[in-house]
């Protein structure tokens, strides 16, 4: 099973409970709004729908879980089998922050990606990623192309710091850093922190670096179609 996030629900009943979910569907892999008409309730604890895609009819079932301990918590809803498709990348609130453009450049390519629209999502991911690179760069080099503003960000951009600002929380003397003397002043609130801080370091450091060489194995890998007039003159000379 996998979560849905509440920002996928489009419409509920007046009892709370999703009527219209828009997901991207695990059978078809094409972008659908399910409509799950009947929920069952089991012991106020779980209660369970199934709706068909209706783009190619397949069946989906919908699971709500509700806190045994607080009725003010929102129930948590899955998907069974689990759904298709990209996600946002994680904090995309803080792209938005920085460019509301870019944001929805963004959001337009993973809709296009979800939608199967390969060659435009592609498109339109390489004119988001020039935007990024023109919106991190200095004015002198924001008419470059697109690999020589990659190469330029190096420079200008200073990769360093999130991890000096960590350095400085973790000191003897920083925020984070003198609570470590005394284990009992370290509550719930300062060890999400600490997660949340490592887990950071963790995706800097260590996922990042790993994902993107993967990614550029893969690439290299993988081989290049001919281009269509390659194709014409083969053709023509056979």
Known sequence: MQVVHESKVLARFSNGHPQQIELVCPHCLREATFSPVAWHQHARLLAVAEAACPR??????????????DDQVP?????DPPASGRELVAGVD?????SAPLGRT??????????????ASAITLRHFLDGLAKRLLGPDKRELPLTRQLDALVKDV??????QNIAQLLAPSGAIGHRFEDEATIDREVAVQLIE????????LVVLP????ETKASIGSTPVPLRREDVVEIRSRG
């Open 56 to 69: 190619c009819s397949g069946d989906v079932m919908f699971l709500l879980k509700f806190d045994r301990h």
């Open 75 to 79: 129930p948590i809803l899955y998907i």
């Open 94 to 98: 803080h792209l938005r922050t920085l």
């Open 106 to 119: 963004y959001e337009s390519a993973v809709k296009l990606f979800n939608h199967a629209e390969w060659g």
């Open 158 to 163: 200073d990769l360093a710091k999130p991890l």
């Open 197 to 204: 801080l490592t887990e950071g370091l963790v995706s800097y």
């Open 210 to 213: 790993a994902m993107l060489a």
